[in-house]
């Protein structure tokens, strides 16, 4: 079974700086997604960006983007120039391929809550 | 409709009573998820739909939950004879497929507090 592991349950930024979240995760499988999402106060979980295990490239999206090292099993998370709205909690999750008899349910981490000071 | 939507947003019951937890997903999506996201915990994966049917459901917690879709749209999760262990924010969420392929929506859940 898939699982996903996030040692930092909160973590500590300064305005304008760069902080990275970690998130290591096992599977047996060679191709699959990785995602990070966050989860303001609204609940309501927001995509932030997303890898394909398959692409060797690293994802980036504006100011985030993603160390994804496959072999280690290692997918984190950095947010470049931190704002004040990306005050959040943010999880790491796994998802298998429709190919390979997933249902597609996404398997999470239980999170890191991300503080940014001004 | 634009998103995923959930109601009630929030609901707080007796100990011992039903409750019934509505999710509208995004039109044309054909796989609909529920999870469960109990304080200060990541999510808990319940159960999926492909169209109207449920193949797996053996993440729901206990024979006191339940689960139904109908017309490949609406999804229901009920809850019987409620514990205070249900307290908990349940998150639906939908995709056009099954398979992390396809980009899951989510809603912003229903706060549950069994009293």
């Known amino acids: 079974a898939q699982t996903v592991t996030q040692s930092q349950p909160e973590m500590s930024v300064q305005e304008a700086e760069t902080v990275t979240l970690s998130c290591t995760y096992d599977?047996?499988?060679?191709?699959?997604?990785l995602f990070w999402y966050k989860q303001p106060p609204s609940r309501q979980m927001i995509l932030v960006i997303r890898?394909?295990?398959?692409?060797?490239q690293n994802a980036t999206e504006n100011r985030f983007s993603v160390n994804f090292q496959k072999a280690a099993k290692s997918f984190s998370l950095k947010i470049s120039d931190s704002q004040l709205g990306d005050a959040a909690m943010y999880f790491c999750?796994?998802?298998?391929?429709?190919?390979?008899?997933?249902?597609?349910?996404?398997?999470f981490g239980k999170g890191t809550k991300l503080s940014v000071k001004p | 409709g634009a998103g995923v939507s959930q109601s009630p947003s929030n609901k707080v019951t007796e100990k011992g009573k039903d409750v019934e937890l509505r999710c509208d997903p995004i039109?044309?999506?054909?796989?609909l998820y529920w999870y469960r996201q109990r304080l200060g915990q990541g999510l808990e994966f319940l159960i999926y739909f492909q169209g109207n049917s449920a193949p797996d459901k053996s993440g729901l917690p206990s024979d006191r939950f339940s689960a139904e879709r109908t017309g490949e749209s609406v999804s229901t999760l009920t809850i019987q004879r409620t514990q205070q262990e249900d307290s908990a924010v349940y998150l639906c969420?939908?995709?056009?497929?099954?398979?992390?392929?396809?980009?899951?929506?989510f809603g912003q859940g229903t706060r549950l507090t069994v009293v």
């Open positions: 890898q394909e295990a398959y692409k060797q």
């Open positions: 039109s044309g999506h054909t796989a």
């Open positions: 969420a939908s995709s056009l497929q099954t398979g992390a392929e396809a980009e899951a929506f």
């Open positions: 599977t047996s499988e060679s191709d699959y997604y």
């Open positions: 999750a796994y998802g298998g391929l429709n190919y390979g008899g997933s249902q597609g349910n996404l398997i």
